[in-house]
């Protein structure tokens, strides 16, 4: 039976090859830029990060003055959000669950982030049922996951052995450790969102660009250039839904 995925053993690898790269960087940039209309309002807004990983984003909304709850199934990564909070004098509430067992008992939040956990579930669709049930009416949810569309292109432009199980649809948990196994279809994700009563308020795709580029075109390139680049088209149609992930921010509709 397969299990959601627990990244204790993998936090090192995650830190270099995500958090501490200029991959992270645009990440957190295009975020912050989707979000900024909702944090930067005057009342206090009640936050929950589900499965919150290092907290980057987290930790900006609570220097906004907002109260945060967050929660992770990796003690280790929960720890390092613990400690980039200490070291900012930030206040946090922080549990060591799932996030499906710390919902079971709690209240409802102004605003949810569920960033790049849905792929690595067992069960994608319960998770994001879970977390669409703790945002109160006209409240949020920022969903940012990996891009199924993406891993299908950048596997075909690769070419060699990879053409024959995205052929067959068999490629789904066949890569690495950091490779999730269950990507989603930014269109589904919508339709998924929109039947629960949500609107969608920003549509974004992250590295839209750049994960295609090999390294020797990455090496010759200007990366404020590169960056300006996928500033300007990452919320265009065709090229958001190329990105290596996708950010949708979606207000549940008032009763």
């Given at each position: 039976?397969?299990?959601?995925?627990?990244?204790?053993?993998?936090?090192?690898?995650?830190?270099?090859?995500?958090?501490?790269?200029s991959k992270g960087e645009w990440r957190l940039k295009l975020l912050k830029q989707d979000l900024s209309h909702v944090?930067?309002?005057?009342?206090?807004?009640?936050?929950?990060?589900?499965?919150?990983?290092?907290?980057?984003?987290?930790q900006w909304i609570a220097q906004q003055g907002h109260p945060v709850t967050l929660c992770d199934v990796s003690s280790k990564m929960l720890e390092q959000a613990r400690q980039n909070f200490a070291l900012e004098g930030l206040q946090a509430d922080f549990h060591h669950l799932s996030f499906q067992d710390y919902a079971s008992s709690a209240g409802l939040f102004d605003l949810v982030l569920f960033h790049a956990v849905i792929e690595?579930?067992?069960?994608?669709?319960?998770?994001?049922?879970?977390?669409?049930?703790k945002i109160k009416p006209a409240g949020y949810l920022s969903l940012m996951f990996y891009n199924r569309n993406?891993?299908?292109?950048?596997?075909?432009?690769?070419?060699?052995?990879?053409?024959?199980?995205?052929?067959?649809?068999?490629?789904?948990?066949?890569?690495?450790?950091?490779?999730?196994?269950?990507?989603?279809?930014p269109h589904e994700m919508v339709a998924s969102l929109s039947e629960h009563g949500f609107d969608i308020k920003a549509h974004t795709g992250i590295r839209v660009f750049s994960d295609y580029m090999d390294e020797a075109a990455l090496e010759q390139s200007d990366m404020q250039e590169l960056f300006a680049l996928e500033q300007q088209y990452c919320r265009?149609?065709?090229?958001?839904d190329m990105g290596r992930y996708v950010h949708i921010l979606a207000q549940k509709k008032p009763e």
């Open positions: 039976m397969s299990q959601d995925r627990n990244f204790d053993e993998l936090i090192d690898r995650f830190r270099e090859r995500v958090y501490d790269t944090v930067e309002q005057k009342a206090p807004l009640r936050v929950w990060d589900a499965g919150c990983g290092f907290a980057q984003i987290s690595w579930l067992a069960e994608p669709g319960e998770g994001l049922q879970t977390v669409m049930k993406a891993m299908v292109y950048s596997n075909v432009l690769k070419g060699s052995w990879r053409l024959k199980p995205i052929l067959e649809d068999s490629y789904l948990g066949k890569g690495s450790k950091l490779t999730p196994p269950n990507p989603q279809y265009t149609p065709t090229y958001r």
